[in-house]
């Protein structure tokens, strides 16, 4: 067996395990395990650690760059058509065209000119996604989000302006805080401006999520393990 061989079996073994901690969690917090969609982080793998996850069943994905989704994602897609791809990561204006193109839902809008360039090509190529404003409940300076105070603001130009659907918000809580605290603080936003869709909890932390609403959970490591430095 090689090395190849023998993390693909483990990434099948750990999605397994991560999915029976999500339905643990799920019946913990009196919720139904089909209310929250696990997204498998591929970002840094390639097709042949991705594909026997696919394989598996998984068909929720999630990409950090959309360069490194453009040049693995539309051969897998032909073979999992069903498949669903989020861009996870920080979006530039330049890249929403290819963007709009790959991805079936986008986490990651943070600032009007992101709104706008994702509203445009939607229009253009007849596409709907699956849209989430990126709060920075944490308020760090050097982290992609929109503060909780100019969340209004960007939700009114959305929705009034831009006629964009927001399905809910998405937040990535500082390393060294509580991220309980922030899940709880998302989830309280979320429902102060009608929003039922939550985008939190990664590896360390998605079972704590599920217990504060998440209906997306972002895996990647605890899934595909760490890849080794070269």
Partial sequence: ?????E???????????????IAAAAEEAGRASHDIRLIAVSKIFDAPEILPVLAAGQRQFGENRVQEAKGKWPALREQYPDMRLHLIGPLQSNKAKEAVELFDA?????????????AEEMQKQGKTLELF????????????GVTPAELPELLRLCRD???????????IPPVEEEPAIHFAFLAKLAAEHGLKGLSMGMSDDYETAVAFGA????????IFGHRPKL
């Fill in 1 to 5: 067996m090689t090395p190849d061989t």
């Fill in 7 to 21: 993390a693909a079996g483990g990434a099948v073994g750990r999605l397994a395990e991560v999915e029976a901690k």
């Fill in 106 to 118: 986008i986490h990651s809008i943070d600032r009007p000119k992101i709104a706008r360039a994702i």
């Fill in 133 to 144: 404003i990126q709060v920075n409940t944490g308020e760090e300076p050097q982290k992609a």
């Fill in 161 to 171: 302006e831009l006629k964009l659907e927001i399905a809910g918000l998405m937040c």
């Fill in 215 to 222: 209906t997306y959970v972002r895996v990647g490591s605890a």
